[in-house]
């Protein structure tokens, strides 16, 4: 069946530090492949989004890679500050839509 | 706010009890979504409808009853529910791909 992993144990950084979190996938062939942060008690917020024949996307201090052969994304934020703290959902996605696959997430926490 | 609402924020009640939990978009979109997550899990898909059809149904049980009237509103009716159906139920949003999430109703059955 298909199955996304995250790095079930939370991530503690110190701030200013680049944090790397990783998604790994098998028996799935993502066409899209999509990082949502969520804080406590609250929904998740669509990050980024990042197709399967691009390599890399960034958007200010996040940076996301998509290797289809690895079956991997990792996500990156550099200059990490307190308020990055929060959950990181990896989220694949086919080409017809619908039919999302969240990860569990990976906890992370940013030390001043 | 990412125009996903969510009524109520939270919810306790009893297995005998029947409720409804309600979710409201103003965003455009024509896809709309049930979710139900649990504690250290990945969320769960429950329910899809796209342009207030079901398109896709998780093999939910059958206390679990959805209802889109219209594209911009979206309901999941609760009827004698079971303790290990507390979770945070959260309602999206999509015009293709990417999710909006509204802030999800806590609940609690006991």
């Given at each position: 069946s298909q199955k996304i992993e995250q790095n079930s144990e939370a991530l503690n950084i110190q701030e200013g530090k680049t944090a790397t979190l990783t998604c790994n996938y098998t028996n799935y062939s993502p066409a899209y492949l999509q990082w949502y942060r969520q804080d406590p008690g609250r929904g998740p917020v669509f990050l980024l989004l990042i197709r399967e024949n691009e390599k890399e996307k960034r958007k200010e201090r996040l940076k996301v890679t998509f290797d289809t052969t690895l079956k991997q994304s990792l996500f990156h934020i550099t200059a990490s500050q307190p308020a990055d703290s929060a959950t990181y959902l990896c989220a694949l996605d086919g080409t017809g839509g619908f039919k999302t696959i969240f990860g569990a997430g990976t906890r992370l926490f940013v030390k001043a | 706010e990412t125009g996903v609402t969510q009524t109520p924020r939270h919810l306790v009640m009893g297995m005998t009890n029947k409720k409804s939990l309600k979710c409201e978009q103003h965003?455009?979109?024509n896809a709309m979504y049930w979710y139900k997550q649990s504690a250290k899990k990945p969320l769960e898909l429950m329910f899809v409808y796209s342009l207030e059809e079901r398109v896709e149904n998780n093999s939910v049980p059958s206390r679990f009853s959805p209802e889109c009237p219209n594209s911009s509103h979206l309901f999941l009716h609760l009827h004698t529910?079971?303790?290990?159906?507390s979770a945070l139920y959260l309602c999206a949003s999509s015009p293709g791909h990417t999710q909006y999430f509204g802030p999800g109703t806590r609940l609690t059955v006991l």
């Amino acid at each position: 069946s298909q199955k996304i992993e995250q790095n079930s144990e939370a991530l503690n950084i110190q701030e200013g530090k680049t944090a790397t979190l990783t998604c790994n996938y098998t028996n799935y062939s993502p066409a899209y492949l999509q990082w949502y942060r969520q804080d406590p008690g609250r929904g998740p917020v669509f990050l980024l989004l990042i197709r399967e024949n691009e390599k890399e996307k960034r958007k200010e201090r996040l940076k996301v890679t998509f290797d289809t052969t690895l079956k991997q994304s990792l996500f990156h934020i550099t200059a990490s500050q307190p308020a990055d703290s929060a959950t990181y959902l990896c989220a694949l996605d086919g080409t017809g839509g619908f039919k999302t696959i969240f990860g569990a997430g990976t906890r992370l926490f940013v030390k001043a | 706010e990412t125009g996903v609402t969510q009524t109520p924020r939270h919810l306790v009640m009893g297995m005998t009890n029947k409720k409804s939990l309600k979710c409201e978009q103003h965003l455009g979109h024509n896809a709309m979504y049930w979710y139900k997550q649990s504690a250290k899990k990945p969320l769960e898909l429950m329910f899809v409808y796209s342009l207030e059809e079901r398109v896709e149904n998780n093999s939910v049980p059958s206390r679990f009853s959805p209802e889109c009237p219209n594209s911009s509103h979206l309901f999941l009716h609760l009827h004698t529910l079971q303790p290990e159906d507390s979770a945070l139920y959260l309602c999206a949003s999509s015009p293709g791909h990417t999710q909006y999430f509204g802030p999800g109703t806590r609940l609690t059955v006991l």
